[in-house]
C-alpha cells in the first residue's frame, strides 16, 4: 500500500528539514539567553512550519487513503473516516 503523501514526500521532507532547523536555532536562542519575545517569535515560526506539515498530510490521507476507502465501502470505510475526525481533532487543540 502507498501512502497518500507519496507525491509530496520530497516537498514534505524539505518542510520538516527546515523545522528542525528552527528548533535548533530555539535552543541556541535559550543556551544564549536571547530575549524572551525574540524567542517565543520563533516558537511561533517552527509551529506553522509543523502545522503546514500536518496539513499537507491530512489533506493528501483525506484525498488518498479517505476516498479510497469511501469508494470501497463498509467498515474500511467508517474506520477511516473515524481516523481523519480523530486527527482533525488532534490537530485543532
Not at 23 to 31: A, D, L, P, S
Amino acid at each position: 500500500m502507498q501512502h497518500g503523501y507519496v507525491d509530496d514526500k520530497e516537498a514534505l521532507l524539505k518542510r520538516l528539514k527546515r523545522a528542525e532547523g528552527q528548533v535548533r536555532g530555539i535552543h541556541k536562542m535559550v543556551e544564549n539567553d536571547t530575549y524572551c519575545i525574540d524567542v517565543l517569535t520563533q516558537v511561533s515560526a517552527a509551529t506553522k512550519a509543523l502545522e503546514t506539515v500536518a496539513l499537507q498530510l491530512l489533506d493528501d490521507h483525506l484525498n488518498h487513503c479517505v476516498a479510497q476507502a469511501t469508494q470501497e465501502g463498509g467498515p474500511v470505510a467508517d474506520e477511516k473516516l473515524k481516523e481523519a475526525s480523530a486527527a482533525i481533532a488532534r490537530l485543532v487543540r
